[in-house]
């Protein structure tokens, strides 16, 4: 029999849904409003006199006063704050700052404001109401959830709180789920992470775990020493685990090591959350993309990743994407933020309402010849590989190797195989014409005998674990970058005994 809570989670998550449907069906002038909003608030700050907010009233008016920019750009301002001044970025002071490792400018802290924060939170909640609206599915509300995080543990200064965002949000979990939340506070506060996770099975083994969330690759972890205590696949340790959100990377590539795991398939919702704000979640279990969230405090522009780094590139709005171009993410939000790269690249699935998958990063992609291969043609092309073969992996990146011992330059694949293919020289090909298929400049390279095939280095087991640790990366938000234009993380590999 179902539950108070899960009936009234059913009737929550129908409103929830009519409300997203009605900005869904209007984004263009949802968007507009937003911007409106964000012109006004900000007129009076620092920024917004610097940039004669006083004088826009159009989207072209705000391109010609608002350059597009990056962290760095941006700093002077945060530095503002940092010092103890108000009204800088956004009204007031923000309330946090969320701290990030930045892959140029060392620590980020980005600012999330009163105004913000809520909208982090929400989305999070909608993106679970609206699998509820769809599926019909409530049960999972009764059972434990648990959240593989950052420490909530946070520091101040000058009347700001800083943490990392996770741990940040691990301050916002609404009360009527507070009972069924994993794992203690005392747990979630362990820094070093394969302390954390250790005890995370500890405390979970013995619960009726239903939902489970987390970047992939650390899940996965905690998935496997689960059945390392237990001698069990996941599935069977928690009967009633259904539902699996996850965030940060594409999941594909996990999916055959996952149901292995877990010993079943169970449904998933994708999430696209960053510390510069909540940007989209999967409203759909049968549709490719996530909802891109217009109504969130949130103005977007878009750029084409081909020609960013021209001297103009044109900024769009909303209502001139197309489908399946892959463009940078510009974002201006009520956390202070105006015109702001946040370094992800986009693609367009539907325009009726408008979902977007994470394509990569717009400095995260092999070039070293012209063929500007990006994150999502790696991820398709394993996926595919994967799907004809016997074989399952724990990780990978890929990087350029231009200065080969003998023969032509080739890309390098770094794979951690949980089971090897059965026909190397079979799985190799699929992934290069896989490759091939998407990336017609990578395909030209090949048959114009500049590049061989690409070549794949085994990684030892927990490799990339190995690789994370020695940076002072392992477990929380962090990632290893699918692909890069340099050998900074390829030497490091190597560096830490890979066998061939």
């Known amino acids: 029999m179902a539950s108070l809570k899960s009936k009234l989670s059913l009737t929550f998550a129908k409103y929830v849904a009519f409300k997203i449907n009605k900005w869904a069906t209007a984004p263009v002038e949802t968007q507009h409003k937003v911007f409106r909003h964000l012109i006004s608030s900000a007129k009076n700050t620092t920024f917004g006199i610097d940039h004669d907010f006083k004088g826009i009233t159009t989207y072209n008016d705000f391109k010609q006063r608002v350059p597009i920019r990056d962290y760095e750009a941006l700093k002077p301002y945060v530095e503002q704050i940092l010092e103890g001044k108000s009204d800088v970025l956004w009204k007031g002071k923000p309330i946090y700052f969320a701290k990030t490792s930045g892959t140029t400018s060392g620590a980020k802290y980005i600012p999330i404001t009163k105004e913000s ?12 109401l609206m699998y509820i609206n769809e599926t019909g599915k409530t ?67 013995d619960q009726n775990m239903t939902v489970i969330s987390g970047i992939p690759s650390w899940v996965q972890m905690y998935f496997e020493k689960l059945m390392s205590k237990t001698g069990k696949p996941v599935g069977n ?35 696209y959350p960053a510390s510069e704000g909540f940007f989209a979640f999967q409203d759909k279990q049968r549709e490719e993309g996530m909802l891109l969230q217009l109504n969130s405090g949130i103005f977007y522009e878009f750029v084409e990743a081909e020609k960013f780094y021209d001297k103009n590139p044109e900024r769009i709005m909303i209502n001139d994407v197309k489908l399946n171009v892959n463009y940078v993410m510009i974002i201006s939000s009520t956390a202070g933020l105006w015109a702001y790269n946040i370094g992800d690249t986009v693609k367009f699935t539907s325009l009726q309402p408008y979902r977007v998958v994470v394509s990569g990063r717009i400095k995260h992609f092999i070039s070293a010849f012209g063929e500007h291969v990006i994150g ?61 298929e998407q990336n017609s400049y990578y395909l030209d390279l090949i048959k114009g005998k500049i590049l061989r095939p690409l070549v794949i280095t085994k990684v030892k087991k927990n490799g990339f674990q190995d690789y994370m640790k020695s940076i002072g990366k392992l477990g929380g938000q962090n990632k290893i970058p699918r692909l890069a234009n340099d050998r900074k993380i390829a030497d490091e590999l190597r560096r830490l005994q890979l066998t061939k």
């Open 117 to 128: 924060m809520p909208t982090h939170i929400k989305a999070a909640r909608n993106a679970i």
């Open 139 to 205: 049960a999972f509300v009764d059972g434990k959830m648990i959240f593989l995080q950052g420490s909530p543990v946070l520091e101040e200064k000058k009347g700001i709180q800083f943490g990392r965002l996770s741990g940040i949000v691990a301050h916002y979990v609404p009360k009527y789920l507070q009972k069924n939340r994993m794992p203690t506070y005392k747990t979630n506060c362990i820094e070093d992470w394969e302390t954390k996770v250790e005890a995370i099975v500890d405390e979970t083994v």
């Open 237 to 271: 340790i928690f009967k009633n685990f259904s539902l699996f959100i996850y965030g940060g990377v594409n999941f594909e590539p996990y999916r055959a090591k996952f149901e292995r795991l877990i010993g079943r398939k169970v449904d998933s919702i994708e999430l």
């Open 376 to 436: 999502k043609e790696v991820e398709q092309a394993m996926q595919k590989a994967i799907a004809q073969s016997s074989a399952t992996i724990n990780e990978f990146t890929v990087a350029p190797q231009i200065n080969p011992e003998q023969g032509l330059p080739y890309h390098e694949w770094f794979v951690e195989f949980e089971t090897e293919p059965k026909d190397e020289k079979e799985f190799i090909e699929i992934l290069d014409k896989a490759l091939q």
